[in-house]
């Protein structure tokens, strides 16, 4: 049996499809949960944004239409969601600093040292994206995290291709002269 689209998962749920609901429940939940922590690194908090988000996509199943491939109206809605949180709490330019230990999962052959330096660089790594300018940090974030190419981020923040790859391209730029500097 071929893999349904997300697009045909979505249709089906506003049929009220629980098991379609529950595959592109599977396939995005993760996804979300780290877009959200790239934008702010408090879990509960960033819990409470993917409950908050899925709550609104099963009670707005009615409306859905495809006008465009499902992530990108699914960010479109996780970057709605995580823009008024900002303006909520007066956040627009704060990056996260609370918690910038990961865990580093999957080293078949365990260094102590080499497990280090891996949480090392990727502790610098996630500070030099909370470092970025907003715009730069949304656009790569959905780029990196979610999978989006540069015109459905275009797409869904009404923005220019030109001008996301701009962003993009920004924040790449900013993100190797800081890690080059912290070698």
Not at 17 to 34: C, G, I, S, V
Not at 59 to 84: C, E, G, I, P
Not at 92 to 114: L, M, Q, R
Not at 126 to 143: D, G
Request: hydrophobic content about 35%; some cysteine; aromatic content about 10%.
């Amino acid at each position: 049996m071929p893999k349904r689209s997300d697009e045909d998962l979505m249709l089906a749920f506003a049929k009220n499809d629980m098991q379609a609901f529950e595959q592109l429940y599977a396939r995005h939940k993760d996804a979300l949960y780290r877009y959200f922590l790239r934008h702010h690194n408090n879990p509960t908090i960033c819990q409470e944004l993917t409950q908050d988000l899925w709550m609104k996509i099963i009670n707005s199943k009615q409306n859905y239409r495809v006008t465009a491939t499902f992530k990108t109206w699914f960010y479109t809605l996780a970057h709605n969601r995580m823009v008024d949180y900002y303006r909520r709490n007066n956040l627009e330019n704060k990056a996260f600093a609370e918690n910038t230990e990961d865990d580093v999962d999957g080293i078949s052959h365990w260094n102590p040292a080499d497990e280090l330096q891996t949480k090392r660089l990727a502790k610098q790594l996630k500070e030099s994206i909370a470092q970025l300018p907003f715009e730069q940090r949304e656009v790569f974030v959905l780029h990196q995290e979610s999978g989006l190419t540069l015109p459905q981020i275009a797409q869904m923040l009404q923005q220019g291709t030109e001008k996301i790859k701009s962003r993009y391209r920004y924040a790449i730029k900013k993100l190797r002269t800081v890690l080059e500097k912290q070698r």
